[in-house]
């Protein structure tokens, strides 16, 4: 039953959810994907000087109880949470099991309402909703209360990789036995406070994003959840589950180089991936495809195309999927993963949406077109602001 | 019924403690403070700009804020601190968790001033990238030249004992061989505005700031004490009450055993990263052999016996791993 048990780092991947400017759900993600269909918003769902392309969930979203209502972070965290836990069989925690909730995110952590400040600028006394509903916005913590989680929480805010460093720390939590299912990933909205740190950072795109091209101009914004259920072998088994797909390796490791900008050799991100690989047990040329971060942006695709072209050799096929959801921030990490899983089970990757011609400056390229798979193992990655690099090894075991 | 999680993994090591609070940040200077009784708590604990500047530093921090600066003066004088355990360790085989509740939210409105000053296209990029939660990591980061695993994480009631806990997590699974734990705060005035209205008089809440840090090794390593998070504490010499009030409502008062019931509320005010404040206080009274601190209950004559074992205790929080327990080495 428990295939993964020769493999130390091994849990299972029990279900996985996602919503995104790519699709509400799953079914609807991989419906664009295999269609190669992306949808850019050219308006913007907050006023702002700023014009862009941004990638936005129109689903309606799940109704949470009046005090999380107003967090959408929150609301397309649940939507992607209850997803997963569809898939995994799992209805609801009855408070005796334990079930942790490691969640990363950027936007929901920080008090960046624009009209509250705004009032207390002019006026001093602003009417406080916006505090009180940051105060109930901590992803770990609402999901937590939302499920009846009674395990290990954490809400990671580790910019653009939280949501892989998520996946991460869940994965270890059930290793050192403290929980027996844990729900993590990342969610995040898109929030005109974040809109204008990106463009003042010179880093956006006034076109559909671009991941890995020679024409690349930067990143679009998106927004979304991607959540994946881990789950303790031996709870599976207790369970009669085989769920057939493993997060065998996770790997993290900081550059120490610089606030925003990734090392230019990819030095974090290099160490991550090879303790992902170690931890996985397997070398680089099992490695089926990867998912890369590919944000669009001149550094990012740059250093980490270096860091795969050292790695790995040529055969590795590469998904670039922010074409298709926009640059998620703290979903991105947790979104991919799950992208990555149905690579590995649905036996293709979808053509890198945006990718047309090879850069002179990066040596690897992403898919043209939708791509067949043929093997056991793919990866995903992360870079993040801080120099934070993390990266998935994920295993099809079935 | 809070689960046993945190009582799975074996304890760490603290091989050196880092700490920039409002009575300093020497903490031998701190330890001689806590024994007196506080001064008149003012309305909110600040940790004073002279505590801040480091040689170590220099000019490698002149574009970071004070929420920046305290949590890498903080680390860095823990990792100072434990240089003797941590001399022949690789930088890739340590880690970085930084807890906080509010982040650097000063700079995050200072964005916000220069978003609706001059407008969307052309607020200040240092105020950006500086706003996010894992600003101060990235410091630290590049100032420790560490290559190891490093995040960042936010919560209003468990923050730090979850980074305590997961630090226990990555040494007891060889992730790292060293991991800088701490948690910091700074209180800006439109948290203090907020604070006196959501609270004002139902309590006497002391908004308080600074950062705590703290190098663990593993369980084996000679340190200066033992530290892990636990779901409830057992029977222990001091207990150091984390509650925001001074002195504490009557239902906060502890069930569990202890000789003496401390708290540190009054010297370092409140946050959602006080636990971190008040095992410093316990670290301190471990380190001094006597509890310090302001005195909350005593339940058997004979308090002033040596401190070998204290805990820390959320009276108002039901959660899992919401203590600390540290034992003298």
């Not at chain 1, 009674?150 to 270890?172: E, F, L, Q, Y």
Request: with cysteine.
């Amino acid at each position: 039953m428990s295939q993964n048990r020769g493999r130390p780092y091994s849990v299972w991947i029990a279900g996985v959810g996602a919503v995104s400017g790519a699709g509400p759900d799953v079914s609807s993600t991989l419906d664009a994907f295999w269609n190669a269909r992306r949808s850019p918003a050219s308006t913007l769902p907050f006023e702002s000087s700023i014009i862009c392309p941004t990638f936005q969930v129109a689903a309606e979203l799940p109704t949470l109880p009046k005090a999380v209502n107003r967090c959408r972070s929150l609301r397309l965290a649940m939507m992607a949470v209850r997803e997963a836990m569809a898939e995994a069989e799992i209805k609801e925690f009855s408070g005796d099991e334990r079930v942790g909730v490691c969640i990363g995110t950027t936007v929901a952590s920080q008090l960046n309402s624009i009209p509250f400040y705004d009032a207390y600028r002019r006026e001093g006394n602003p009417p406080l909703d916006a505090v009180y509903d940051y105060l109930h916005a901590n992803l770990a913590q609402g999901v937590a209360e939302l499920l009846g989680a009674a395990g290990p929480r954490m809400t990671i805010v580790n910019a653009c990789s939280s949501g892989t460093d998520a996946i991460g720390v869940a994965a270890s939590w059930i290793r050192a036995g403290m929980c027996d299912v844990a729900i993590a990933g990342g969610a995040d909205e898109l929030n005109r406070v974040a809109l204008a740190g990106f463009w003042s950072l010179g880093v956006m795109s006034s076109r559909p994003c671009a991941p890995f091209d020679r024409d690349r101009q930067g990143l679009n914004l998106g927004e979304g959840a991607g959540i994946v259920v881990l789950e303790s072998p031996s709870h599976a088994e207790k369970r009669n589950k085989n769920h057939g797909m493993e997060l065998a390796g996770f790997g993290a490791a900081c550059d120490g180089h610089h606030l925003t900008a990734p090392h230019p050799e990819g030095r974090g991100l290099d160490a991550a991936i090879r303790t992902a690989l170690s931890q996985a047990g397997v070398t680089p040329n099992q490695i089926a495809f990867i998912n890369v971060h590919g944000t669009a942006t001149t550094e990012n695709d740059r250093a980490e195309g270096k860091v795969i072209a050292r790695i790995f050799d040529s055969r590795v096929s590469l998904s670039a999927t922010k074409g298709y959801t926009g640059h998620t921030l703290g979903a991105a990490g947790g979104l991919e993963a799950v992208f990555t899983v149905l690579g590995l089970r649905k036996g293709w990757i979808p053509a890198s949406a945006g990718f047309e011609n090879q850069a002179e400056d990066i040596a690897v390229a992403p898919v043209r077109q939708r791509t067949a798979i043929d093997g056991e193992f793919a990866l995903s990655t992360s870079l993040a602001f801080g120099g934070n690099n993390s990266a998935v090894v994920i295993r099809r075991s079935e | 019924m809070k689960s046993e999680i945190g009582n799975l993994l074996p304890p760490a090591s603290v091989l050196g403690v880092g700490a920039v609070t409002p009575l300093g940040r020497d903490l031998q200077a701190i330890g001689e403070q806590l024994a007196e009784p506080a001064a008149a708590t003012p309305a909110i604990l600040r940790v004073s700009d002279d505590f801040l500047p480091d040689p170590a530093i220099g000019g490698r921090m002149r574009r970071a804020d004070r929420f920046a600066r305290m949590a890498a003066v903080a680390a860095l004088d823990s990792w100072a601190a434990a240089k003797d355990a941590c001399a022949n360790v690789p930088k890739q085989r340590v880690g970085l968790i930084v807890a906080s509740g509010f982040g650097p939210h000063c700079r995050g409105f200072r964005f916000l001033d220069g978003l609706l000053d001059c407008g969307d296209s052309d607020a200040l990029p240092t105020d950006f990238s500086h706003s996010v939660h894992g600003a101060a990591a990235a410091y630290i980061t590049e100032l420790l030249e560490l290559r190891g695993p490093s995040l960042s994480t936010t919560d209003f009631e468990i923050g730090f004992e979850q980074a305590v806990l997961l630090a226990q997590c990555w040494l007891d699974q060889r992730a790292c061989d060293r991991v800088i734990v701490g948690a910091v705060e700074e209180i800006g005035e439109v948290l203090i505005h907020c604070a006196s209205r959501m609270l004002g008089g139902e309590r006497k809440f002391v908004p308080g700031e600074g950062a705590v840090f703290m190098t663990l090794g593993p369980a084996d390593a000679a340190g200066l004490a033992r530290l892990e998070a636990i779901a409830q504490p057992p029977e222990v010499d001091l207990m150091v009450l984390d509650v925001p009030a001074n002195p504490p409502m009557a239902t906060e008062r502890p069930t569990i055993a202890a000789r003496i019931t401390t708290t540190f509320s009054p010297y370092f005010g409140h946050s959602p990263s006080s636990s971190a404040f008040q095992l410093l206080g316990g670290f301190l009274s471990l380190r001094a052999g006597r509890p310090l601190g302001r005195l909350v209950a005593t339940a058997s004559p004979g308090h002033l016996a040596a401190v070998d074992k204290v805990a820390t205790f959320k009276p108002s929080c039901d959660l899992r791993a919401a203590s600390l327990l540290m034992t003298k080495a």
